[in-house]
């Protein structure tokens, strides 16, 4: 028992101090070996930065934005054609377009400001990118008119595009009461319907031109009775024709506009004269203003198409305007 007393205190110091010993060396060991990789680690984590950075570099696509040309015509009208141009989404236009009548007479009904005149008031909006809708409503037989432009293509500014093309249609409907110089039997026998595909190209910053195929139908047109009481038709429901306009800005805000339609179709009687038209445009932020001679005296573009009989050769031409004004949502 007194044998046990002497040794048992000693052995847990000297653990303590061999513990200590270890615990020592142990941490220098990690201090060394954390110096030592340190700078490695960095210098290897720098290298495989680098490496990273420039093959991100080297394999990234180069992704171009299309850029459009802008302001290839001014508005919706040249005169009496439409543009390739849509507005932007969330626009909406109101318009007021305005024939007098010819000038043939002189000064008896003052060059046809003191004739019957025409006049329509249209009404459009965007609801989505490249679509624009409308409906307008005119005295000339009462007409009214459902409308829709679409921008199929659009030309761009590094040329990988190098026009503008368009759709424009509309169906119309004669609202007069039937009697007896109507042509109405069914409700069909009121709509006529015009199509028409507009390609343009913006040559410069003061040129552009567009062409516009087109094509007029009509559900009924008026006939005759031959001498075997056979019903002939005067015109065909279908015309064929297509359309020159152009633009040359002369300033900022103003511009040269003129228009040359040419009928294709051929019909048993009464063809239908050419559209000639030039005159002035001027531009304001909300508004544009066209003022022009012309012999074109309907706003209704199928009725020119098929029976426009104003040769302007004759002197069979008018004096006409179109306002429009744009407000943006």
Known sequence: MKKQNIYSPAIPVFARVCLLIVLCCS?????????????????????KGAAAAKDTTADAPVIKKKSYVKNTFEGNYLIDEQTVMVPIKGTFEFD?????????????????????????????????????????????????????KYAILKQTKDGSMPISVTYYGNAAMDTRKKDNTTLFVTTSDRFSFFNQLIIARKFSENLSLEVSPNISHFNNL?????????????????????????????????????SYAQPLTQNPANNPH?????????????????????????LIPQNNYVFNQNDFKKGQFLIGFNISRLWNF
């Open 96 to 148: 007021i377009q305005h024939r007098f009548g010819t000038v043939e007479h002189g000064s008896t009904d003052l060059f046809g400001i003191f004739a019957s005149a025409t006049m329509r008031l249209g009404f459009s909006y965007t609801p989505v990118t490249n679509l624009q809708v409308g409906f307008g409503a005119t005295n000339e037989k009462m007409q009214v008119d459902w409308n829709l």
């Open 274 to 298: 050419p559209g000639i038209s030039f005159g002035i445009e001027m531009k304001t932020s909300g508004h544009d203003f066209e003022i022009f001679v012309g012999n074109y005296s309907s």
């Open 222 to 258: 008026q006939g005759y009775q031959d001498a075997s009481g056979n019903v002939m038709p005067i015109l065909k429901n279908d015309n064929v024709a297509v359309s020159f306009s152009g633009r040359y800005k002369i300033s900022d805000g103003s511009a040269l506009i003129a």
């Open 27 to 47: 941490l220098g060991n990690v201090i060394a070996q954390d110096t030592k990789a340190k700078p490695a680690t960095e210098k290897k984590t720098n290298v």
